[in-house]
């Protein structure tokens, strides 16, 4: 709730479809630059900025070859698509990538750097920057939501009840291992106000 809060209150053209797409979509993910948050807190901070990434790239030449020669883009992978359309390198596609789609931060908190150091620590963190100090090594793949029951339950009988075993909201970055990335990104139109 707050995150779109956060990009409303940031101008950004937002539906329904962004939403579910969050929740739903594995190649795009949610970065916040939270304050300093003491160890007794139980409750979610405030949220400084978020920046929604997505990952891109690791096309197959073929597939670039193919599509620049009927002139068309496939949807999704905006940079790939572009630099390969733009350079006609259709090698560039095959790299693996991150997209900055949105970044959004507090209206209280705008002007005052905050969107520059979360894409400064994201860069980081991408870097390898901010170890993961898990003891597993390789890029952890979220939980599959399971079916509780494969009955056939109408909406009014369904009986709803908290699940069990939920990954965490909010996880450090020294807990989550960075994919692995040859570049960072971000396509957007350019104002004077942003170029600031």
């Keep these: 709730q707050r995150l779109m809060a956060l990009y409303v209150a940031s101008h950004y053209k937002n539906s329904p479809n962004d939403l579910q797409m969050l929740s739903d979509a594995p190649a795009h993910h949610l970065f916040c630059l939270l304050p300093p948050v003491p160890p007794t807190q139980n409750s979610l901070p405030e949220v400084l ?3 929604q990434v997505c990952m891109e790239g690791e096309i197959s030449r073929q597939s670039i070859m193919n599509s620049l020669s009927r002139g068309k883009k496939a949807s999704g992978d905006l940079i790939p698509w572009t630099i390969s359309e733009q350079f006609q390198d259709p ?5 693996s990538g991150g997209r900055v789609v949105r970044i959004a931060v ?7 750097g905050y969107g520059s150091r979360a ?4 860069q980081m963190y991408y870097e390898g920057k901010f170890p993961c100090l898990e003891e597993e090594t390789t890029v952890q793949k979220p939980k599959e939501i399971t079916t509780v ?3 056939t339950v109408g909406l009014l009988e369904e009986v709803v009840t908290p699940r069990k075993d ?3 909201l909010l996880l450090k970055l020294s807990e989550r291992q960075a994919e692995h990335l040859d570049y960072l990104g971000v396509s957007y139109g350019l104002t004077p106000r ?3």
């Design 194 to 196: 942003l170029l600031k």
């Design 119 to 122: 894409l400064t620590l994201l």
């Design 91 to 95: 090698d560039f596609g095959g790299l």
């Design 166 to 168: 939920l990954p965490p």
């Design 49 to 51: 900025a978020v920046v």
């Design 149 to 151: 029951s494969s009955e």
């Design 106 to 112: 507090h209206p209280d908190y705008q002007g005052m």
